[in-house]
């Protein structure tokens, strides 16, 4: 059966290539010399022919073309000495390469003779790859490397609350980014109230946001992907690195198990913040931890297996500001095994059986209020996914998903009772929500000439909960259409369905969301999306810049009632009203990729709004992640080999939130409250003061030997977050002044200039 | 370095410790629009509230500066029209004059009374109609301890009979008498004008009743107090009943109350009602029940 499957596949596969005699095809992996690491994206090129193919992201190429006496191939990636190889007239050859780290950037002028042009030559829009590089050396909030925090840096992305590591891109929420870590979906990436993400930077290989033109095996939300993978763990000698900063320590070991063939790596991060914490504060508590650990062998030459589990929670309560308290205590846990699989030298397989695991507890309180929500999500998950290059033209992808969601969500909001006898949920007692999502796709990558791509698809989602069954085609399309060899102009459109919701509550300033599937009355989030894109590099590739504009519509989004109030037997679906979105913008990136300043600016105007018949008159109002103007520039210096000067500016415009316009008086003595109320004109009609925070961080790297013996690596790092201590808004809110009855603003602030300093060892 | 170490660590935490300072927003555009609300209830005097809306952030607050003076209000049936004029009655707690238009003629039952108001060029009109049944409170009690949607409170438990036939909307009300002693939601009662004297209070709960799903039963509600009672407090309790246009008044009024003190809870606006958007409030017909005495029992 598996035999005839095969060779149907082949036929099917291969029909683009029966015009073509005598080609060969090059196959393998690409790997980092000295680890043996996998290096995705790495660009393997015939120049003479002009083709060329990246490595996927378990390292694997595959390159077809016409057969000749022999051919010169040149390997390249980023930070990497490129490699030049001779093929001699052969049928196929599977070639795994090697590439050698460049010792330091100072000398990449020198050894990146030929760059990664994928950003102008590639038939993808709205991708950018976030180099782990950038994202260690960027300054950072008490000396903790950051993902997200990067993330929120670039183009079409907007951070979220002060500090915090949500991002919302292109007008989505943050429901409509899926992050997936090693293909497992992530729901909560944070730590400490949202300050910092759960991925440890130590053990990350790459990082890739997909923010449109989203290609046909990701689906599932509307705005972006957030495709994370870990390190596989060093095969060829053991290595140990760790950091120690002002909150937490990590530690990560990795090595072979069978030297060039297994590899294992471990990593974890704990806080001991709660051990002074207890010194200081009674109220304030703080305890995280996440540990990732990963295995993998190489069963023979075509077959690879992966293990890799993550599990993050976080436990703390805050009680700062007079209308502010947070207690909350979640958790993401995963495991995924993945297994490779190369049918001959044109086909890879990859087959995943993951399960995921969510919760999250939350109490927050507000003036006399508070809010208690849970949320459950246990997710099982199992997907196949095969790319095919049948010739040099065609790189077709298909596949299929299926996951299992169980759902239990629950919240209250109240008055805190005199005693102080909150009520509680007990996660047992939460009604479970079941659900199936299946999707199927294929899409194809081709060249039609040497100027003319396009990467085009479908994708079929279907959807299941309780009897009632949503299906869509999502089409995908971008085209890309080079104008010279730096310059390239690029289309795209996208469909997107999303099955999940997180219902967002637009006035509370801490997280109140609550997670929900589509039922009945909750119809599946569907996006259409349109990008036009003006991509070039300058200096042989060594500055990529690109120019984007964007236009999608969002339908089916979700928002709580006007006035509801969350019981515990609220039937969640009865306090929902339904909307659609709408967002437009100019997206400008410029990148410096080489030599002794890196980094990038990125500038976007856009505007984001949401119509609902049953908010604000049914008159269209800017969304709660309207920001018109966002700016990021980073970079980093070498000052000298050792020394390195980081920094980053943000400057964006203030969150929108509702203001009364009016008032009114009411007579009827009595009342509890005063006799006035409010009359609300605009919804979002105000906004609070624009954001800007400058950040640098020193940082000192270099070899040493630990009592003059052992040769270890080691930096210092030195950082002030929000160097001019600006008191930028986290939210405002509105009073009465006791003594003149006139209505007052207050805004809270958080995160004045801190310092950090920390440490880093690597042996 | 161990002392650098945590002193550092605690600098750094700095942000635990949340600013909070007033500032200074540009307020939103608001056109003024103008208030009204009325009750109409058989054998009394019509009284009409007519105001002004202010922008949020006015210094207008009081109600002599709120009230719209000049305005022409009648009240009509097919029988009679009767021509309000601008009245007031001091508020010995709020230290001010409530003002109001007061018609002349009693309102008589099962009629329908058309609202005209014309001010500043302006005119409003509304009708109502007077067919409402009494309710008839059965018993009263008191509890300590009650949680609903306002949380934990203490409560007055009204047992009344739904009005049979008909669609009902009610609301409490009690009259009880009031000093420098007695606190309102919990805050003493400060008043210069109070002196050591007593008055009587006319305490009317925010929150709104309908009968859907309860026609002809007995219904229960349990009201939060505002005013602080001691031991042995009297009151005189009565069930409003109201018409549909001065429930969903009310109904939105308490919605945005609870929206406006509790932080998780989406802003409510106010909708249109009876005079469109040229006008916020309602004219309805009110029928009150026979009152029932009741007394702190703590």
Request: glycine residues 6%; hydrophobic residues 35%.
């Amino acid at each position: 059966m598996l035999t005839r499957f095969k060779k149907l596949v082949w036929l099917v596969l291969l029909l683009p290539t029966l015009a073509f005699a005598q080609k060969t095809t090059i196959s393998g992996y690409i790997k980092d010399a000295n680890t043996k690491e996998a290096l995705i994206g790495a660009a393997i090129q015939i120049p003479k022919l002009k083709i060329g193919a990246t490595s996927n992201q378990y390292g694997y190429y595959s390159l077809t073309f016409p057969t000749a006496d022999t051919t010169a191939i040149l390997i390249s990636y980023n930070g990497y000495q490129p490699v030049a190889k001779q093929i001699v007239n052969k049928k196929s050859l599977q070639v795994d390469i090697l590439l050698q780290q460049a010792n330091s950037t100072l000398n990449e002028v020198v050894v990146n003779a030929n760059r990664n042009e994928d950003n102008v030559k590639k038939a993808q829009m709205g991708v950018i790859d976030i180099p782990i590089r950038a994202i260690k050396e960027l300054p950072v909030l008490l000396g903790e490397h950051d993902i997200l925090k990067t993330i929120q840096l670039l183009p079409g992305v907007q951070g979220g609350q002060e500090g915090t590591t949500g991002f919302y891109v292109r007008g989505g929420n943050l429901d409509q980014n899926l992050i997936q870590l090693d293909e497992a979906t992530v729901y909560n990436p944070s730590h400490l109230f949202g300050l910092f993400s759960t991925f440890n930077v130590n053990a990350i290989n790459s990082v890739k946001l997909i923010k449109g033109g989203f290609p046909s095996q990701y689906g599932g939300r509307l705005s972006s992907i957030l495709d994370i993978k870990m390190k596989e763990g060093n095969k060829t000698k053991f290595v140990t690195e760790g950091g120690l900063g002002l909150i937490s320590g990590n530690l990560t070991f990795q090595g072979p198990i069978q030297k060039n063939k297994s590899s294992f790596i471990i990593s974890a991060r704990r806080s001991y913040i709660d051990l002074f914490l207890k010194q200081i504060s009674k109220t304030t508590t703080y305890r995280f931890y996440d540990i990732n650990a990963k295995v993998n062998y190489e069963l023979g030459k075509n077959d690879h297996l992966f293990i890799s589990v993550f599990k993050g929670n976080d436990d703390a309560a805050y009680t700062g500001a007079n209308s502010l308290n947070y207690g909350t205590n979640f958790g993401n846990s995963t495991a995924s095994l993945r297994w490779n699989h190369l049918y001959g030298n044109k086909i890879f397989s990859n087959t995943s059986l993951i399960y995921n695991d969510y919760h999250l507890q939350l109490g927050t309180a507000q003036n006399s209020y508070y809010q208690v929500l849970y949320t459950g999500i246990k997710d099982i998950n199992a997907k196949t996914d095969f790319t095919a290059t049948p010739s040099t033209k065609h790189t077709i992808k298909f596949g299929a998903n299926y996951t299992y969601h169980t759902l239990y969500p629950g919240a209250i909001s109240a008055k805190i009772p005199k005693k102080g006898n909150k009520v509680a949920i007990n996660p047992d007692s939460l009604t479970k929500r079941y659900s199936s999502e299946a999707a199927f796709y294929v899409n194809d990558d081709y060249q039609l000439s040497e100027n003319l791509s396009v990467n085009y698809g479908v994708r079929i989602p279907v959807f299941n909960a309780s009897g009632k069954t949503y299906t869509n085609i999502e089409p995908r399309i971008t085209t890309r259409l080079s104008l010279n060899k730096s310059t390239s102009l690029k289309a795209s459109y996208t469909q997107m369905n999303q099955f999940v919701h997180l219902v967002p509550s637009s006035t509370a300033s801490l997280p109140a969301d609550i997670w929900l599937t589509s039922s009945n009355k909750i119809k599946p989030q569907t996006s259409n999306q349109v990008a036009l894109g003006l991509f070039k590099n300058f200096k042989d590739n060594e500055i990529e810049t690109s120019l984007e504009v964007y236009y999608k519509t969002m339908n089916n989004q979700v928002l709580f009632k006007e006035g509801t109030q969350i019981l515990l037997n609220t039937n969640l679906d009865n306090v929902l009203t339904f909307g659609k979105g709408k967002s437009y913008g100019v997206e400008l990136f410029i990148k410096k990729n080489f030599g002794r300043l890196t980094g990038w600016a990125s500038y976007t105007l856009s505007k984001s709004t949401q119509q609902f018949p049953d908010l604000n008159f049914g008159n269209s109002f800017p969304s709660s992640y309207d920001r018109t103007n966002n700016l990021s520039l980073a970079a980093s210096y070498e000052l000298t080999k050792t020394w390195t000067l980081s920094a980053d500016l943000v400057y964006y415009t203030g969150k929108p939130y509702t203001l009364p316009a009016g008032k009114v008086l009411v007579y009827g003595d009595g009342s509890l409250y005063d006799n006035y109320y409010y009359d609300y004109t605009n919804r979002n009609n105000s906004r609070l003061k624009a954001y800007n925070r400058l950040d640098i961080s020193f940082s000192n790297k270099k070899q040493a030997k630990l009592f003059k013996k052992f040769p270890y690596e080691r930096e210092w790092v030195f950082g002030f977050y929000n160097v001019y201590s600006r008191a930028n808004p986290y939210f405002v809110y509105l009073g009465v002044d006791p003594a003149t009855k006139q209505p007052q603003a207050k805004q809270v602030s958080l995160l004045p200039i801190i310092p950090s300093v920390s440490f880093n060892f690597k042996f | 370095m161990k002392k650098a170490f945590i002193y550092l660590t605690i600098i750094s935490l700095g942000f635990i410790l949340a600013c909070e300072k007033n500032i200074t927003v540009k307020p939103p555009v608001y056109k003024n629009k103008v208030s009204i609300q009325g009750f109409i209830e058989p054998d009394s005097i019509p009284i009409i509230y007519f105001n002004h809306t202010v922008p949020y952030f006015d210094k207008a607050v009081k109600k002599n500066q709120l009230i719209v003076r000049n305005a022409q209000i009648a009240i009509s049936s097919s029988n009679s029209t009767d021509f309000l004029k601008l009245d007031s009655i001091f508020d010995k707690i709020d230290c001010q004059y409530n003002f109001f238009y007061r018609g002349h003629n009693k309102i008589q039952r099962n009629t329908k009374y058309n609202l005209s108001i014309l001010a500043d060029g302006k005119t409003y009109t509304a009708s109502a109609t007077t067919d409402l049944g009494a309710p008839v409170i059965d018993s009263t009690s008191y509890v300590t301890n009650y949680n609903d949607l306002y949380g934990e409170h203490e409560g007055v438990i009204i047992y009344f009979k739904d009005v049979s036939n008909q669609t009902n909307f009610y609301r409490y009300e009690m009259k009880r008498s009031a000093d420098t002693s007695t606190k309102k939601a919990e805050a003493p009662i400060v008043s210069t004008c109070l002196g050591n004297g007593t008055i009587q209070v006319n305490e009317i709960g925010r929150a709104v009743f309908n009968d859907v799903g309860n026609e002809g039963k007995q219904l229960k509600i349990v009201i939060e107090p505002a005013y602080s009672h001691k031991k042995g407090t009297k009151g005189d309790i009565y069930i409003q009943s109201f018409d549909k246009n001065a429930y969903d008044f009310f109904a939105q009024l308490d919605r945005q109350k609870l929206a406006q003190y509790n932080p998780f809870i989406e802003p409510v606006f106010l909708q249109e009602g009876q005079f469109g958007n040229a006008a916020i409030g309602f004219f309805a017909a009110k029928q009150n029940s026979s009152f029932v005495t009741f007394i702190y029992p703590e």
